[in-house]
């Protein structure tokens, strides 16, 4: 069994194979983004892993609308981030 450090070398090499000759919207690589974001959390890099989620989410809102059933609804904001701080949260 891998771990998790692994997994997040693993996933970004074939992301960035993928990338190399595909779309970034791409099925695969929309997986893939999604499977890197899951590995960096599970290593424990959860700043990192919120950014690449949230950047996913973007994509998919600008590719298929943001009320498309692709794209999950938000359920709320992270919280303890800069902007919090900044406003007093």
Known sequence: MSTPQQRVHDAT???????A???PLAPEAIELRAELAEATAEAGHLDD????VEE?????Q???GPDHEAVPAR????RGGAGDRAAGG
Request: no cysteine; glycine share 8%; net charge positive.
């Open 75 to 78: 359920t709320g904001r992270r």
């Open 49 to 52: 892993a919120y950014y690449q």
């Open 13 to 19: 090499r074939r992301l960035l194979d993928l990338l």
């Open 56 to 60: 996913l989410l973007k994509d998919a």
């Open 62 to 64: 600008r590719h298929h």
């Open 21 to 23: 000759v595909g779309e």
